[in-house]
């Protein structure tokens, strides 16, 4: 991670803006786990970064509101169907 890039993460993490976008820190902090998971289980980034950061890659995404929690708490992606950049859902009942 370039020095520019994480210095922007950590100024983000400790503005506002963030928290209250998301809608609290507790909300910020469940979207950041969510999306973590997902994208370690694999999910393609929804931003173009110069780092392998997966923390760096989420706060960016939520910068750049590209995800959100629903009123349930469960990850969204803008834009997109509920299945992509989320977790691997299998259906094992159906093997």
Known sequence: MGAREGERMIDALKEEEIVNKV???FKLSTLIQKRL??????ARPLV???TKEKMEIVVE???RNKIYLDS???LKITGSSPSVG???DFDLDSL
């Open 23 to 25: 809608g609290g820190r």
């Open 72 to 74: 349930s708490n469960e």
């Open 37 to 42: 998971v997902a994208l370690n289980a694999g």
């Open 86 to 88: 989320g977790p691997i």
């Open 61 to 63: 995404e939520i910068l």
């Open 48 to 50: 173009d970064l110069e």
